[in-house]
């Protein structure tokens, strides 16, 4: 079985050389990329055409018209060539079994949720410029990254022993039927921060898709970088989140399928 694997970007070549670097040293080596830029801007295409030697990957662009992430990523919903689809950030440095965590976790009716390991600036560095291929646990102890405990690989744990799974948009598995099932990701949603994520997990629980957790499974290193402030924004979300639950749809209208 291959896997599709999904990488929301927009405009950080650096960081996204760093993630692909990851992606080329994947234990599990069957699958395919699909870079879903929410935006036109050419500065990726050098980079992926050197990536492209290694693995099949597609590139998908879209005009630069505003946070129109959720529009991409259905896009690539429809582009993937396999069942079983990964959705990963641009700024998110991967295991090296984070894909065979995935292939062997994702089936129909589960989604897959993952954690992340927030790096700090100096072990973020390392990362970007080669000299660490995965960052050493004392290393970030002492360069004081958080979520530090994210790293521990243990791929035998049994799903009794996890805390209820949350889902983050980074770190998420699928099985290509329940999202066309959900009508992908709602397209309403054109601020970043919060909704994305937050909205397809609550209409996927509504459908009686089930939450799986791959922690300490499907490991991956947050790469840092500044954040706007986006309170007001993510206030709107907020917002038209719950106009979305009262509305209690788990189908959403603007989705893969308009």
């Known amino acids: 079985m291959s896997v599709s694997l999904v990488i929301s970007v927009y405009n950080d070549v650096l960081s996204l050389a760093a993630v692909l670097r990851s992606v080329k ?18 500065c990726f295409d050098a980079l992926i055409n050197t990536y492209n030697a290694f693995f099949p990957i597609q590139h998908l662009k879209q005009a630069d018209e505003g946070f129109l992430k959720n529009r991409i990523l259905n896009e690539a919903i429809r582009r993937a ?8 950030d641009g700024d998110c440095f991967l295991h090296p079994h984070f894909l065979k965590a995935y292939n062997q976790s994702i089936l129909k009716g589960k989604i897959c949720m993952g954690r992340r390991i927030d790096l700090d600036p100096k072990t973020t560095a390392l990362v970007k410029d080669g000299t660490a291929t995965r960052p050493p646990f004392i290393t970030m102890i002492k360069n004081g990254t958080t979520r530090v405990e994210e790293v521990v690989y243990l791929p035998w744990l049994s799903q009794r022993f996890h805390s209820r799974p949350k889902l983050i948009g980074c770190n998420m598995g699928w099985h290509k039927e329940d999202m066309f099932a959900l009508n992908g990701f709602d397209e309403d949603y054109t601020n970043p921060g919060y909704g994305e994520d937050s909205d397809i997990e609550w209409r996927a629980k509504k459908a009686g898709i089930e939450a799986y957790s791959v922690r300490y499974n499907a490991i991956q290193f947050h790469l840092d970088h500044t954040r706007p402030n986006r309170e007001e924004k993510v206030s709107n979300s907020r917002a038209l989140f719950e106009q979305k639950k009262a509305a209690g749809l788990s189908f959403c209208e603007r989705g893969v399928v308009r």
Do not use: L, W
């Open 25 to 42: 040293a994947q234990s599990f080596q069957k699958f395919e990329v699909i870079i879903a830029q929410d935006g036109d801007d050419t």
């Open 81 to 88: 060539n396999y069942d079983k689809m990964v959705f990963i």
